[in-house]
């Protein structure tokens, strides 16, 4: 059974920091492509930042130069740190894996505030 699950979300006033880290519990073999994606409000669904092939990264025009992928070697712990936080990256963080034998999987999200 796999599950993954994200955690690290939470409140941050503009400019600020926060690291969401993406646990993948089973089998982690085999992992294609893992990324992370968002959800704001009214909003639909979009990739954020995400590893494509080996270690080669794809990140949105909107958080380049702002936000960091990584993975651990095992692949099982993924994060992305995330700094200048602006109000519009607002929205529920959700981690992504995909293996090669095509089960394809999501977090369950993890809410991402950024106010004043």
């Known amino acids: 059974q796999v599950q993954l699950v994200e955690s690290g979300g939470g409140l941050v006033q503009p400019g600020g920091s926060l690291r969401l880290s993406c646990a993948v519990s089973?089998?982690?073999?085999?992992?294609?492509?893992m990324g992370w994606y968002r959800q704001g409000p009214g909003k639909q669904r979009e990739p954020v930042a995400r590893?494509?092939?080996?270690?080669?990264?794809l990140y949105a025009d909107s958080v380049k130069g702002r936000f960091t992928i990584s993975r651990d070697n095992g692949r099982a712990t993924m994060t992305l740190q995330m700094n200048s936080l602006k109000p519009e990256d607002t929205a529920v963080y959700y981690c992504?894996?995909?293996?090669?034998?095509?089960?394809?999987?999501w977090g369950q999200g993890t809410q991402v505030t950024v106010s004043s």
């Open positions: 590893f494509i092939g080996g270690d080669a990264t």
């Open positions: 089973g089998n982690s073999r085999n992992l294609n492509v």
């Open positions: 992504r894996a995909v293996w090669t034998w095509g089960g394809d999987y």
